[in-house]
């Protein structure tokens, strides 16, 4: 079974640039969990979709949306980049909600702003 | 603010040696999962251990859980080079429908 895959899998961008990163699940997984990771701040929780809904959302501001598509594929959005947004962008799947699952990760997708 | 807190942040062994990393938490939890990450990539899921057991095993991992101490080990037994990589724990808190949260990681170098 195909694991968890990101694309694309390097992107730079510019300062007020957005950005739209694709995560396409383990086939049969219904949720998609979104994380960044920093340096600084390691590992943080963004948004879970599960059945097109997004059922969980972390503390980052407005800029940062997404959303899942009917076959499970997500994608995620981040508006008017900032220098701070510069991270390693993961996405995990599970069969169930999260919070009830493993959870699998793909390979990430690591943003660079310029 | 982080739930998992890793302990040593680094740690550098010999290959054949044995490699203990612990974690501590916060808030009563649901289970508590152990990741490795290599060098920038995607995290590789270990172990997960529910609040009502104590041990588990996988391989050459054992994981205990203490949920008195809010505490958690992974034991790395005959380490290798290629278990050179990020290890992190990861809970899942006791209250429904939150998101894992992560510690920020031990950073293991297994010296050939």
């Known amino acids: 079974k195909a694991g968890v895959t990101q694309t694309p899998r390097y992107l730079i961008k510019t300062r007020g640039q957005q950005v739209t990163l694709s995560c396409s699940p383990i086939?049969?997984?219904?949720?998609v969990s979104w994380y960044q990771q920093t340096p600084g701040q390691g590992l943080q929780f963004l948004f879970e979709y599960f059945s097109e809904t997004q059922r969980n959302k972390g503390n980052f501001p407005g800029r940062f949306s997404g959303r899942q598509f009917s076959n499970s594929r997500s994608e995620m959005n981040v508006s008017t980049l900032e220098l701070g947004d510069s991270a390693l962008y993961l996405c995990?799947?599970?069969?169930?909600?999260?919070?009830?699952?493993?959870?699998?990760f793909g390979p990430g997708t690591r943003l660079t702003v310029l | 603010s982080q739930q998992g807190e890793e302990d040593p942040q680094a740690l550098s062994i010999q290959e054949g040696e044995n490699a203990t990393m612990n974690c501590s938490y916060k808030?009563?939890?649901?289970?508590l999962q152990w990741y490795r990450q290599n060098s920038g990539r995607g995290l590789v899921h270990l172990i997960l251990?529910?609040?009502?057991?104590r041990e588990k095993h996988s391989g050459r991992l054992r994981v205990t859980l203490d949920t008195s101490k809010k505490s958690s080990s992974l034991l790395i037994t005959a380490s290798r080079a290629a278990d050179t990589a990020s290890y992190f724990c990861a809970c899942h808190p006791n209250s429904g429908n939150t998101p894992l949260v992560f510690g920020k990681g031990t950073r293991l170098s297994v010296i050939a």
């Open positions: 995990a799947s599970s069969l169930r909600l999260a919070y009830t699952d493993t959870q699998y």
């Open positions: 086939s049969g997984h219904r949720s």
């Open positions: 808030t009563s939890i649901n289970n």
């Open positions: 251990i529910r609040s009502n057991e």
